[in-house]
């Protein structure tokens, strides 16, 4: 559709290089406003491992990059209000309405489509309104990769209970890396959904996965934590989310699992030799991008047919997930802004957030940029 308000012909963005590293170009197109689509102008955007990891692995040049976003919406498009009639919670949106959501950035099937810009094309079914009280900053820390692959993971893929029902269980729940921010969101959820969160992290970030709703922590780095968390659930522990997804933590968490086995589901994909290890065991890992609805060109392994099923789970979550927000009942993890440097703007500032990233040196925080007040 044609822009209601006088949109400038080009814009800045981060985006991918040939290498897998980021560069800055100022004279990207400023994307139109798709019929299913609203357009929105970025206020801050938030960092993720898949921003640096997946332009590593496609290394794909001039893909606008990032994800997670909070920002204004300045356009709609004219059929992105239309919901199926089995949608539960329809929404609205309306040029002004601020909003934090996710795009899936370094993405070959779509390269204009990334979080890392002055204005991005969003899919309205993967927006939340931003509660009153609630920042750019701390509104794009929440973003919506996050809460959105958890909630896929844990209630639409790993458990038979839906989320959010008021009851008290009794059921333990493992989170391996309880202090990242899609641990921290994971107890929460968990909590609200009445399951009994445990998790492992380091020792200086315990005091933090206990204040998102963890009842025990364990030091993943100490040789007896799979028979630690083995003891504390007396054998009986049957679902683990593992938020880091390597050879390490998955082999971990199938040992913590109970004698009569249950399921493992990670945020990435873990080796076939790990999963192969135990026959009682049923592995899954899910990419959150799936819920878009369309299929994901990504290759090594990665790419992924569109899965109507996740379309369907992110109209019910991401409802669900606003109204949520709005009562103060989900907390973002805890935000970082990027300071400026000598140069660059916001967008180098994304850069070097994205290296620290890389490096490791950010632990128990969210790394956000402000791109405009």
């Known amino acids: 559709m044609d822009l209601p308000f006088h949109a400038p012909p080009t814009q800045t963005a981060v985006i991918t290089t040939a290498d897998g590293a980021h560069a800055v170009s100022h004279d990207r197109p400023v994307p139109p ?16 491992p898949t921003d640096h990891k997946t332009p590593a692995r496609v290394r794909a040049a001039g893909l606008t990059a990032g994800c997670d976003f909070a920002g204004e919406v300045v356009a709609v498009g004219a059929h992105a209000n239309e919901e199926p009639e089995t949608c539960v919670r329809p929404r609205r949106w309306a040029p002004g309405d601020r909003v934090f959501g996710v795009v899936y950035g370094s993405n070959p099937g779509a390269p204009t489509w990334g979080a890392f810009a002055d204005f991005v094309d969003a899919d309205p079914v993967m927006l939340c309104r931003v509660p009153a009280g609630w920042d750019w900053e701390t509104a794009a820390a929440v973003g919506g990769s ?67 709703g ?12 799979a028979d630690d968390i083995r003891m504390y659930t007396r054998s009986a522990l049957g679902l683990v989310l593992d938020c880091i997804g390597t050879a390490q ?25 790990v999963a192969a290890s135990r026959r009682a065991v049923k592995p899954s890992w899910v990419m959150g991008p799936v ?22 789970f992110a109209r019910t979550w991401y409802p669900l997930a606003e109204a949520l ?11 970082r802004v990027v300071e400026p ?6 967008p180098m500032r994304v850069v070097r957030g994205l290296n ?3 490096e490791g040196s950010i632990s128990g925080q969210k790394l956000v940029v402000t791109v405009s007040s």
Not at 325 to 335: F, R, Y
Request: glycine fraction near 10%.
């Open 291 to 312: 819920m878009f609805g369309r299929a994901l060109q990504l290759g090594d392994g990665y790419s992924q047919p569109a899965d109507p099923a996740a379309r369907a």
């Open 214 to 225: 963890a009842v025990a922590t364990f030091d993943y780095n100490t040789p007896s934590c």
């Open 249 to 273: 933590s998955a082999v971990l968490c199938y040992a913590a699992l109970g004698r009569a086995g249950g399921r493992y589901v990670a945020l990435e994909r873990f080796p076939d030799s």
């Open 146 to 212: 996050v809460h959105g692959s958890v909630a896929l993971c844990l209630f639409g893929r790993g458990m038979d209970h839906p989320p959010l029902r008021n009851e008290e269980l009794t059921k333990v729940v493992l989170v391996y890396g309880g202090s990242t921010a899609c641990g921290t969101m994971a107890l929460q959820m968990l909590r609200l959904s009445g399951y009994v969160p445990i998790t492992t992290c380091s020792p200086r970030n315990a005091s933090l996965a206990r204040a998102y």
């Open 341 to 346: 440097g000598l140069e660059g703007g916001w």
């Open 33 to 48: 406003c798709g019929p299913k689509s609203v357009l929105v102008r970025v206020r801050a955007v938030a960092l993720n």
């Open 325 to 335: 927000a709005s009562a103060q009942s989900l907390k973002s993890h805890p935000v």
């Open 356 to 358: 620290d990233l890389r």
